[in-house]
Structures are given as C-alpha cells and as structure tokens.
DNA sequence: TACGCGATTGAGACCGGTCTCAACAAGTCC
DNA sequence: GGACTTGTTGAGACCGGTCTCAATCGCGTA
C-alpha cells in the first residue's frame, strides 16, 4: 500500500535528476548510458533510479533517437507450422541485434496485410520482414519503401521491385520430387496449392505467390520433358483450407497416381483425404510433399518430402535486415537457399491399369 | 526522384497544418479524429494529408496518451504448436480490439522471460500476456503489477499472486487419461515431462509450472486410489528436449508399461523411440499424450489425447487482458476450460509376463 | 601567472503528437 | 439589445526522453 499508490504517475529523468541532485540532462546520460560523466555523478544517479524505481520509457526515447528497437514481421499464419518456425528463426537473430518484433498474420490476404503494415509504419518500425500475400500486387511494399523502411522478403518475390529476398530453392526442389514421381512410373501426377487464382489453372497462367509460380513452373516443366501430353491436366488450385479434400477426390477420380503437395497442411489433408477413400499410400497413390513437419515420418507410410531449411530462411531475412537498419547500402540481393530431399516411403510405382 | 528523397524529415502534423493553412491544434483534430472541426476544414487538412503523404506517428501519440495499443506477449516457443496456436487466439482477438501484439520467446528460462518483460515494460505496452516460465519465482510478474500494469497468465498460474489466469482442467485430464491406462490393465505407468527439476521427483515436491503440477498430482492420486504401490516410480522430469528418448528407455526397462506424455511434442519424441526400441505401440508399451497434435491422427496408431482447447485459452486471456486495459477492475480471476477427450488406438491391455 | 585543453555539467530546444483553455462567431432566448 | 449557448479555432503547455551548445572546472605547460 505504501509504495505502490497504483494510479501514480510514473518516475522519469527528472525526477531522478531532481533526487540525486544533478541536472536532467546529466541523469539522463548516466541513466541511458551515452555521453560523459564522472564515476561519483553516475554512481549517485543510478542509486536514485534504482531508489525511486525508475524505468526508461522507450517510446520516449524512439522519439527523439527515430529508432524504436522493433522489427514488425508480417506472415501468413502464425499457426502454420512453416511461418511459426521463420518467424522463430527471425526473432533469435533480431534478439541478438536488440530488436523485438511485432507480430501480424495476414491469412494471405492483401487487405489483412496492408492493413498491417500501416500500422506498423505509424508505429515506427525499424524495419519489417513480411511473406507478401501477393508477388504481384505489391502496394503495401511499395508503402514501406516510400516511407524509407528496411524491408526484406521471405519465401515469395515481388515482382518488378528491388528488395532483398531470402527465397528456397522451388525450382529444383519441384523437379527432384517430380523426378522421383517419374522414375516410379507416374505419369498422371497432380501438383494441388491452396494459392487463390481467379480460375483453373491454364499453362503459362502467373500465380499470386513466386514461391507456388516456381513449383508449378517446374511442375510443368518436368512434366513436359519426360513427354507428357497435358501437363496442367491435374494441377489444382485455390482449393482452400478445406478444399483440398474435394481436389484429392478430383484428381483421382479422374485417375492420378501419385500428388504433390504444395505444402505440408495441404500433404496432410490429402494423406487424410486418400485414405478416407480407402486407397493406399503409396500402393494407390503415391503422395510427396513439400516441408518435412514433424507428422511426415511419424505416418504410415512416413511421407517423402523435400525439407525447406525455414529456420534459416528466417534467420537470414533477419540478418539482411539489420543489416539493412545499420545502414548498408547495397543494391538489393536475393539469396535462394537449397532445399533438401528426405525419401520417406510414400513412392511406389503406379497401381497396375485395372 | 522527384518526391522520394529518402532521408527525409517525416511529415508531420504541423506540415499538414501548415499547407493546410489551419492551426496545428485544428490539424491534428481532423487528423487524429477528435475534438470538433468543421466539415470544410476536416476536408482541407484531410486533403493536404493525403497530398503530403502524411503518415501518423504512432509513438509521439502514445506518448501524450499514455496508450501503445501493443500488447506483450511472452510465451515459451513460438515453435511449440501449443504456443503458436494460443497466440494466435490471442492475437486475433488483441487486433480486433486493436492492439498489436509483440511476441517474446522465453525458452522457459527465467532471465530471458524477465528481460523480456523489462524490455516490454520498457516499451509502454498496455498489458501482458505471459505463460511463466516458472509458478513459483515470480519477481518478473511482480515487475509488471508494480508497474501497474494489467497481466494475464495462461497455461499456467502463478503461486500467491493474485493475477488474471486461464488454464486447462489438468487435473480432471490427467485422471480421465490414467483412468483408461489402468481399465486396460496397467499398473506401471510413466509419466514424463521436459519440466525442469532439480532432482527426480519425489511424492509431494512442488514443480514449477502449476500445470504440470496438477498434472503430476493427479496422475499420482490416480495411482494411489488404484492401490499401486510406488506411484511416483515412473515419474521422469526434467527430460530437456533431447533427454525424452533416455527417460522413456528408462521406464521401459524398468517394466513400464503404459507412458503419459506431458505435451505433443514429448509424446511425439516418446512414440519415435518406443520404435527405435523395436517395441509396437500399443501391443508392448501404450501411449497417451496431451494436445492434440496433428501428427497423433495420422501417425500408426493414432494416438489417444486429452485435447485442450489452445485456440480458446489464447483467445480467453486476450479477452481478459482487453477487458482490464478498459478499467475494469475487478478482483482476479482464474479461468478453467475443459479438456476434451479423443480416444484413437494408441491404448492396449499391457503384454502378458514373460 | 596566464593560457589551452579535455572532462563534466547544466540550460533549454526538440521530437510529433494530444490536450487544456481562452477567444471568437453565430445563434438562441427573454 | 444583452446574456447565454454551442461550435470552431488557435496558442501553447506537455509527455519523457536526447542532443546541442555554452559554462565551468582542474590541470599541465609556457
């Protein structure tokens, strides 16, 4: 009761000036650390601030220095297991420099996400780390570097805008898991993304996310030189969270061997989805799948899948970042990081024709 | 070039003002929303804003105001799912009534939990939501009330503080899942958490985190009401993440039967060595977890859980945590949500004698 | 003894908003 | 017509730090 009047207002430089008998503007510089002063004054200062309870107020200081220490960081979910451990990887990094990070989720909307980063302007951020829900829409981006922000990109490009980007390798990790597909004796294989795209799919078609346009591309491309007719003949996507069943059931009803996931959510509602249908794994449907969550080996059949390093691809967005906050001025750089192939038991050669 | 030189002086509301030919105080009425400005002039300076793109400097407001709308958030590893999924609850609610959320990963330590919450006390954020690395040394909780500012706990609650809390019903879950173990015939169940503890646990020691606690208490009080001998014999604490696999080989050679996992993600490393081991699940060793963990569904077997509803507990604190920012002001409360039960295949009678 | 120099300290402006208070205009009421 | 409202606007203090600049002090040196 006696200290702790909870309405009170509370201890600043001034007061602990006052009560250790020096100017505010010399507690200040004993109390922030900066400028010069002698032993006895810092002593007698910090005596006070630790006697009066104070503590520095950061918005004030971010006022004046222009910096407030915080890096915002925009994903797509949280929840997903691939932006839980990015963001992971970002934030140790950005820790180590002296930075916080704020928070947003976006749900891989455009408005979510440039809703987000307004206020993250307003808030003064030092820099910002965001997996842009559109590769091609970029306003927001361009928000945050008309305002003269850092800002590094982490799984997907933007087109037509210098920034740096830290990116895996999609390209050739798609073709080894095609490749894979092919040597089995797939020919019907599916490719399905829960990315938004205004129609079915159509050969040459651009997607909203670099990161699935990569995939595809390879896809295709993959497809197309081992001599298969219609390559685009089962990619599927737009199927949302819980479409991805109805594109299971789509592309093996219209006879595909073997499907490949864009992503581990989706891999685990297909794995789900084909065995509601009674078929196997991989006897039935051969099934790979990008990023090795943890539920991929633990499964029956553990599941092949090409691993992202996530954590790092976060880390490094970080590290370009503060590099950037310091002051390096180099031309943007994008940095592509290897993917990595883990053969699980999820491939067999394609069912016998019935 | 023309509008973009980049290490320009912000526009500021005076700028607007100013070519809005208002006074500062009536330009930042009409920018800032409040006070009463004329239609026409709210229209000018609007204009002028847009023309100057003028953004709003969310630093120097919480500065008069007192408010960051930021919440701190400090959880012990984004990665853990428990810990992505409850932030997301909470951070969805927190954006709906308008806060950001700055997140900080305590790694269950203690000095990076107070550092974090110094920092964020630093940073003026208008409340916590905290899942304390310890219920037991609560100097960094008391750092947060002495400075008037509101808190939540989740997850787990903090001893003799009267503090805002939401938890799961451990103690009910722990029961309901010890219950099924021993109809199935098991008398030498384990049970195993990464808690740290100083030494092995012994009837009666209090652990750190109030739910792990409760469980523990009600796994042995089960035990006990069974009529089993030594309840404590198969308790293995402390199993850092990588020290799982050692526990469960250690209960399994000491003729375990049954293992009750503290969270997914032991269950999961606990599942992975139980067949390193060459044992099946649940013919040689049953296996029950809490979380729900999408991995248990799909793994063979599927394992039986005592879901908790994370979303909800996120979400609940963040509820609370609002409501406090507003004023309110009424004693501490503590908020227990029910586990749910999802019986799957992971649970046999134990093998018969050799 | 006077001068120069570095180290310390204090005064006060400043960052970019909000907020209080007074001034003033246009009605409104008696 | 005068007093009183109500609505709108401007001046300037204020939030709690940092930073610039000038003043002062101690001391070595010419």
Redesign the interface.
Known sequence: MSE?G???REVTVTDVARAAKVSKATAARALGDYGAVSEAVRDRVLAAAEEL?Y??????R??TTGR?N?IGMVVG???N?FF??A??GA??VA?AAGF??????SDEELESENAAIA??????VDGFIVAPASSVDTTGLRAIQ???RPLVLFDRAAEDLAIDTVLADNATGVRRLVELLLQAGHRRIAFISTIAHPHPYRLGDRLGSTSVDDRVNGFVASLTEAGIAEPARFIRLNARRDGVGAAVRDVVADGATAIVASDSLIA?AA??TVRELGLGIPSDVSLVAFDD???T????PPVTVMAQPIHEIGAEAARMLVRRIAGDGAPAETVVLPQRLIERESIAPPPAEG
């Open positions: 702790a909870n309405g009170r309870g503590r520095p107020n950061a918005l004030a971010s006022m407030s915080t979910d949280i929840e297991p839980a451990q963001t992971r934030s140790d820790k916080d990070v704020v928070l947003s989720n206020v993250l302007l307003a808030k003064r008309a305002a003269g685990q794995f789900r969550a943890d539920w080996s633990l499964s029956a």
